[in-house]
């Protein structure tokens, strides 16, 4: 009689080569060019203390004599600022590392707040209906007619009046997060709603029903898991959304304070100096910020093209 050895049984990790999804990476020069770049990117942000030259929140390493300091292969550049320097003397090499740390903090936060929310709503619009769904989406629907803009513009203002300006820079990281999760989890409740009206229909959750598992139980462990494809893909796309959401606000003095860098900031403080030829305080950051987001929108479309076997060619 034949037995199964455990030798036979592929491990997790080798389930994980044999996959579709792998499969399709390894063919794909595009999507592993950007995961190079946005691991890069990623891995750059986390050692920023130990890559920068110099750390830009230290105000006691920053000389404003150093200020506006062109890049150091110009002729008036420093070899000490590679990238030059900005109106206060910071390095901007060491600014771009730790702003960039703050823009993907940012980003993959508020991602996780538009997730949660998204998919709590999503689920339980989907799989209750009647009166249930229809609040949840006209309240999705009135959610969507704010912009994140306004929601920020309103959120600050009361913000600052009520506690003050130094309150709100000193918690601003967290607020930038709310006001960016709390404005884009529509985009999850109505994918993950569309997904669950498909999947409860499915004798796999009839089963449960009459299994008497309970209606938590079948919404996160047997039916949420069948929704996780669309989710990826929505979430990919949603950081490059919330990055750019980020620099827009900071740009638009709504974001981060001064002391606290981020690409968007960045980009707002060189933009008075850009015309008066220090150029390299916004476009460097620019074309980080930039590189950023197109990586992640290319990660973004590969997996909607993965996922939908209708259209990927690859």
Not at 106 to 132: C, D, E, K, N, W
Not at 178 to 200: C, D, H, M, N
């Amino acid at each position: 009689m034949n037995t199964i050895t455990s030798s036979h049984v592929p491990s997790y990790w080798q389930r994980i080569k044999q996959s579709d999804l792998i499969y399709h990476f390894l063919r794909d020069k595009v999507a592993m060019l950007s995961f190079a770049l946005f691991l890069a990117f990623c891995l750059a942000a986390l050692f920023a203390p130990i890559i920068s030259p110099t750390n830009p929140y230290d105000l006691t390493s920053i000389d404003i004599m150093d200020s506006e300091l062109p890049p150091s292969w110009l002729e008036e550049g420093d070899q000490r600022f590679l990238l030059g320097t900005d109106d206060q003397g910071r390095d901007i090499f060491s600014t771009i590392l730790y702003g960039s740390r703050l823009s993907l903090i940012i980003g993959f936060l508020a991602v996780a707040v538009q997730l949660t929310l998204g998919i709590v709503i999503g689920l339980s619009a989907g799989y209750f209906g009647g009166r249930i769904d229809s609040f949840l989406m006209r309240f999705a629907d009135v959610q969507l007619s704010f912009s994140t803009m306004m929601v920020a513009i309103i959120v600050s203002a009361i913000f600052k009046a009520s506690f003050g300006a130094t309150f709100y820079s000193d918690y601003a990281v967290i607020m930038l997060v709310i006001i960016i999760g709390f404005a884009e989890w529509p985009q999850y409740a109505r994918t993950v709603r569309a997904s669950v009206l498909a999947e409860k229909k499915k004798e796999y959750v009839e089963a449960a029903q009459i299994m008497g598992f309970k209606v938590g139980r079948i919404m996160f462990r047997h039916i949420l898991p069948n929704c996780l494809s669309p989710i990826l893909v929505i979430s990919t796309v949603q950081i490059a959304n919330a990055i750019m959401s980020e620099a827009a606000l900071s740009f638009l003095g709504l974001g981060l304070p001064v002391d606290q860098p981020s690409l968007g900031a960045l980009i707002s403080i060189g933009f008075k100096y850009i015309f008066s030829g220090a150029w390299w305080i916004t476009v460097f950051p620019g074309i980080v910020l930039v590189t950023l987001v197109l990586v992640i929108n290319l990660l973004g479309d590969w997996l909607r093209d993965v996922f939908n076997p209708k259209i990927y060619k690859g």
